[in-house]
């Protein structure tokens, strides 16, 4: 859905966050948070800069689970089996992609 500019190279943190959406995430926001037609939105687009999605957004979602607002493709479930940490290594991740499109 979006086309995602992937950085030439990735902080330490950022290739862990990677690795660990690369398992817990991409099957359903896509690779390199791109997002999957009628399954799940791009990650790596203006209404996931921080000033809007904060990094606390993305910890209750992957908690929590979160209800559909910005999108239509329904309610995103819990994420089994990351913590804290885990999130906040995505979360480097996907900022660095952010920045890497222009998305502050």
Not at 17 to 33: E, L, N, V, W
Not at 71 to 85: A, H, I, N, Q
Request: charged residues 20%; negative net charge; glycine residues 8%.
């Amino acid at each position: 859905m979006a086309n995602v500019i992937v950085p030439k190279a990735l902080t330490t943190n950022a290739e862990i966050g990677r690795t660990i959406y690369d398992a817990k995430c991409a099957i359903c926001h896509g690779a390199d948070g791109e997002g999957q037609a009628d399954v799940a939105p791009p990650l790596v687009h203006i209404i996931y800069e921080p000033s809007h999605h904060g990094d606390e957004a993305f910890q209750r979602a992957a908690a929590q689970g979160v209800r559909a607002h910005h999108w239509k493709f329904g309610d995103m479930p819990p994420v089994e089996g990351l913590t804290r940490g885990d999130v906040a290594m995505v979360v480097t991740y996907i900022r660095e992609l952010q920045r890497a499109n222009k998305i502050n």
